[in-house]
């Protein structure tokens, strides 16, 4: 007698795993982008992770958009917001050196302008980090 009981556990075991996230459709253009440090869209950032970091990248967003303007924002000593801005997603020597300078625990913010090829500007908002020393 035919068992198809095998067959059939063998079809479904066979078959590629499913992944909710393949289900969801994404705008054409890659969907709205978001900062990303060290791989992380917010969280602690730890000093071996700042010293490797080259750029402040996007996620999510069409390929030739780029950070036209990138802001570093943290409170200063008597609670006043105190920012080290730059022109790209590199952080210039002073933002690199603002956030080494930070006590551990300090939470600082992340702030970009985006923009495409086509000159169009993206809304992204901002990130919010805890320097971790």
């Not at 479904?12 to 709205?32: I, K, N, T």
């Not at 992380?40 to 730890?46: E, F, L, P, R, V």
Request: glycine content about 10%.
């Amino acid at each position: 007698m035919f068992n198809p009981i095998p067959l059939l556990a063998a079809a479904l075991f066979s078959a590629a795993p499913f992944h909710p996230r393949a289900a969801v459709v994404l705008p054409e253009d890659g969907g709205p982008p978001s900062i990303r440090i060290a791989g992380k869209a917010s969280g602690d950032i730890t000093a071996a992770q700042w010293s490797v970091l080259k750029t402040v990248d996007l996620a999510g967003c069409v390929p030739d958009a780029r950070i036209v303007s990138l802001t570093f924002c943290i409170k200063d000593c008597k609670g006043k917001d105190a920012m080290a801005g730059g022109e790209n997603g590199m952080p210039t020597d002073y933002q690199r050196q603002m956030i080494r300078n930070l006590p551990p625990g300090t939470p600082f913010k992340v702030q970009v302008v985006v923009r495409d090829a086509k000159g169009k500007t993206y809304d992204v908002p901002e990130a919010h980090f805890v320097w971790k020393g």
